[in-house]
RNA sequence: GCCCCUAUAGCUCAGUUGGAUAGAGUACUGGCCUCCGAAGCCAGGAGCGCAGGUUCGAAUCCUGCUAGGGGCACCA
């Protein structure tokens, strides 16, 4: 990475000075090197003197003026300037960049791969929809954050495990079934044995699920004949038609996602915490352990969690009266597994915005559990919004009315919808444009950055077909000359930075915006210069230049779960 | 009422740990294919919600205000 490089020889000038006894500090602080704006020449830039200034009791300017007469550039700059208010602008050599570029072409998909990570074992638990419906829109882009999110961390050198935690009891499972069960017993013309018919009677008063896909499941079961194989005996009852709707939604979740190009290591249910181990459940276990530590007491004949002594605004139930565990007890026995049992180093929770009032209650889950909160960290997705040619699509996840993720896919395509969901940061609430994401334009920049790619691809076929007879391993790189060439080499030696950018921040956005950048300037270059000429030395050098910016491309969109066609 | 997020060009958004003259896309207008893909390129305007503060330097940090979204369960 050249921006380590440099980091290299500032420290070792600035270290320099130190042994020449003139500067009296304990140690090098840390300073920045970035890419200076467009209008400063220069290729990196470096705040170092401003920093130290202050310690060393002199201008800037001065600062500058000595460690840049230390620098040792060779190898890497062809010049070092000091600029504005002591900025050392470092200009890299044309021959560092011709080399940069080899290193890509040779390196192929692993360029850019820096072991940040160090094999530690990281976890992403994402999407986590209730199974209580078909996913929405904004389900899919916790689906894509997530899945591309762990395409980056892996390729960053994590050991990364990507999860999804299925909430299947409780008591929305239990409305579910109970709303089936009523679908059913319509459908079915009242074929619902008597002791499910008290049961409705019982539960009348509730509110419901609504939406035809309830009606449908139930349909499924009825066409099954399931139910008559069972009806009247223990196992019968709302059980099993919650369990019969959780496996149906279950499978449209899992096709769902499959569509959009996300697959998980592991589904975990919820009810393998209320499973008896011996003679406890895992959900037993932590409030015995809790309990012990001090973190419970009884009041009102509930089971509280002190949270309020750990970060949150106050404390919660985790024994309900009845006797009942909540969903908070739930989710203790949860992260006790993915810490304490899995052994997961790191757990990222990939949640909607709306949830971001439980993230303090479970920070302090984790403190009491013994373990660091730092090592949860929690990615808050702001809500999308459809729109179809501009106009807000209203749904309502109650009335069961919603445009479903499945249908978005059908509609729009798998890496368009990808591609929507990450271009923004997670912060920022999402515009989703059905209409514009259709189109198949320049409006839609999906297109603009594979178009690239096709474009590169159709290049070398056309090059293959004019038959020039190139010499391999005599490559002559510096018969690129032209500061357009240039600049785009040091726009894909950047590349390195942005994945770095993204492990650091967990946020892929980065890629997206730097992939566009970089199509752009590609398809600018393109149309500017001619990539196969007479001159077979100047075309055998822009291939490898192109073939440089194709590698890239692939390497990011494929980072992103989006397609990378060769033709279009 | 309390908490979180957001406010940047007409619109949708970038802006790296506080750095230099704040960038894209889109829309609008005009130009560019005898030539590797015109799903492309080139040229043209305007902006950090408001008021203070911190400092060599603020879109970025702090305080107050305004507006929008979300959250404040023995639901998940």
Request: proline residues 3%; positive net charge; charged residues 30%.
């Amino acid at each position: 990475m050249l921006k380590k490089e440099i980091e290299v020889i500032i420290n070792k000038a600035v270290k320099q000075w130190i042994e020449e006894g003139q500067l009296k500090i304990k140690q090098i602080p840390s300073f920045l090197i970035e890419a200076p704006p467009p209008n400063i020449s220069g290729d990196f830039s470096c705040n170092v003197a401003m920093i130290m200034a202050k310690e060393v009791k002199t201008s800037p300017y001065k600062v500058a003026q000595k460690i840049t007469a230390l620098i040792d550039t060779v190898n890497i700059c062809s010049k070092v300037e000091i600029a504005g208010a002591g900025f050392i602008n470092f200009f890299v050599s044309s021959g560092r960049l011709y080399k940069e570029l080899e290193i890509i072409c040779k390196q192929g998909k692993v360029y850019g791969k820096e072991n940040i990570g160090k094999k530690e074992l990281v976890q992403i638990e994402f999407v986590s929809a209730n199974p209580t419906g078909p996913l929405h829109i904004g389900h899919g882009r916790g689906a894509a954050i997530g899945d591309a999110l762990a395409n980056i961390l892996s390729f960053t050198g994590y050991k990364v495990e990507k999860e999804y935690y299925l909430n299947d009891r409780g008591k929305q499972i239990e409305v579910l079934g109970c709303s089936v069960m009523l679908q059913y017993d319509k459908i079915s013309g009242q074929q619902l044995d008597r002791k499910e018919e008290e049961y409705l009677q019982e539960k009348k008063s509730e509110d419901m699920y609504k939406g035809e896909y309830i009606e449908e499941i139930a349909r499924k079961i009825f066409k099954d004949k399931k139910y008559d194989k069972i009806k009247g005996r223990e196992d019968a009852g709302h059980w099993f038609f919650e369990k019969e709707a959780i496996k149906i939604i279950q499978g449209w979740i899992e096709q769902v996602l499959k569509d959009l190009g996300v697959k998980f290591n592991t589904w975990f249910q919820e009810s393998k915490l209320y499973e008896k181990k011996g003679r406890q459940t895992q959900i037993d276990k932590v409030i015995t352990l809790l309990k012990k530590k001090g973190y419970l007491y009884d009041k009102d004949e509930a089971v509280w969690f002190a949270s309020s002594k750990l970060g949150d605004e106050k404390d919660r139930v985790v024994i309900r009266k009845n006797n009942e565990p909540t969903y908070l007890a739930s989710d203790i026995a949860y992260h006790y597994n993915k810490f304490i049992q899995r052994k997961f180093k790191k757990v990222i929770n990939i949640w909607g915005a709306d949830h971001h009032g439980y993230v303090a209650r479970l920070k302090g889950v984790i403190t009491a559990l013994g373990c660091n909160p730092q090592d949860l960290q929690v990615i808050l997705y702001q809500l999308v919004s459809l729109y179809r040619g501009g106009k807000q699509i209203a749904m309502s996840t109650r009335k069961g009315e919603f445009v479903t993720l499945s249908e978005v896919i059908n509609e729009v395509g798998a890496d368009v919808c990808r591609f929507f969901f990450l271009m923004r940061g997670a912060n920022s609430s999402l515009d989703f444009d059905l209409e514009i994401a259709k189109k198949q334009s320049p409006e839609n920049p999906v297109y603009y950055i594979q178009y690239a790619h096709a474009r590169i691809c159709s290049i070398f076929k056309e090059a293959k077909k004019r038959k020039y007879s190139f010499r391999k391993n005599n490559i002559h790189l510096e018969s690129l000359k032209e500061p357009e060439e240039m600049e785009l080499i040091k726009r894909l030696a950047f590349y390195p930075d942005i994945i770095e950018l993204c492990t650091r921040k967990l946020e892929p956005h980065h890629l997206v915006i730097y992939l566009q950048d970089l199509a752009k300037k590609f398809h600018s270059y393109y149309n500017k210069f001619r990539i196969l000429s007479n001159d077979t030395v100047l075309s055998q050098a822009r291939l490898e230049l192109v073939k440089g910016v194709k590698i890239i491309i692939n390497n990011g969109l494929s980072l992103l779960g989006v397609g990378v066609p060769e033709k279009m």
